[in-house]
């Protein structure tokens, strides 16, 4: 079975600095990936997703993340965060894209203004 | 983009007794819906992927006739917790996904359904 496993429980970060979040998945063969942002109080939103093509995707609000195979990550990177961007950051799998999502433990990111 | 709605967004019960959690797909025909379960500060947790007319296939751990899931129509699924005691206290989040060439056979979440078991 699938399983996911975020490096960083907890970043503290300022305003400006740059941002990667690690993730590592186990499975063998092809997956589908994704990270989700959770902000308080709110909802999971889909930031960005990979499915197939291009391994450097694009999501929302300036994020990216790249899919490198041979190292089993997809590691979330952001130039230059902002105060908003103080939320909890989900890494998930899923093998099929109609099949479950399984998810990581989070990453809760907290920007000093 | 695709939506998908939670009734109650919260509720609070007396342990003992039985509540249902709704989810419905508002603008799109949701072959299968998914449960998840928020444990405060932690993951998502899925409990039980259910589709249109079948029963549920629930994970290992998950408790099927204390999590009753019922997906009677492409639009509705329903989450049952029944005789509920205060461990059942969480963060109820479904999920949904259709077909069409819009939405691509992804995954749209609930807002979510806080349950407080007392």
């Known amino acids: 079975a699938q399983s996911v496993s975020q490096h960083n429980h907890h970043v503290i970060l300022s305003e400006a600095a740059s941002l990667e979040l690690g993730c590592n998945y186990s499975y063998g063969g092809t997956v589908n990936l994704f990270w989700y942002v959770q902000y308080p109080g709110q909802h999971l939103q889909l930031l960005l997703k990979?499915?197939?093509?291009?391994?450097l995707v694009k999501g929302i609000k300036g994020f990216e993340a790249e899919f490198i195979k041979s190292k089993f990550s997809f590691n979330l990177r952001k130039p230059s965060v902002q105060w908003s961007d103080t939320a909890e950051y989900f890494c998930?799998?899923?093998?099929?894209?109609?099949?479950?999502?399984?998810f990581g433990k989070g990453t809760r990111l907290h920007i000093l203004p | 983009g695709a939506v998908v709605s939670q009734h109650p967004s919260w509720v609070i019960c007396k342990s003992g007794t039985s509540v249902k959690i709704e989810c419905r797909s508002l603008?799109?025909?949701?072959?299968?819906m998914f449960w998840y379960r928020q444990f405060p500060k932690q993951s998502l947790m899925l409990m039980a992927t259910?589709?249109?007319?079948?029963?549920?296939?629930?994970e290992q751990g998950v408790e099927k006739d204390k999590f009753l899931i019922n997906h009677a129509s492409l639009t509705l699924s329903t989450l049952t917790v029944t005789s509920a005691h205060p461990e059942d206290s969480s963060f109820y989040i479904c999920?949904?996904?259709?077909?069409?060439?819009?939405?691509?056979?992804?995954?749209?979440f609930g807002q979510g359904t806080r349950l407080t078991v007392v």
């Open positions: 999920s949904a996904v259709g077909s069409g060439i819009a939405i691509s056979n992804e995954a749209f």
């Open positions: 998930a799998v899923s093998v099929n894209r109609d099949d479950k999502i399984i």
């Open positions: 603008d799109f025909q949701a072959t299968t």
């Open positions: 990979y499915f197939s093509g291009d391994p």
């Open positions: 259910s589709n249109e007319g079948s029963k549920a296939t629930y």
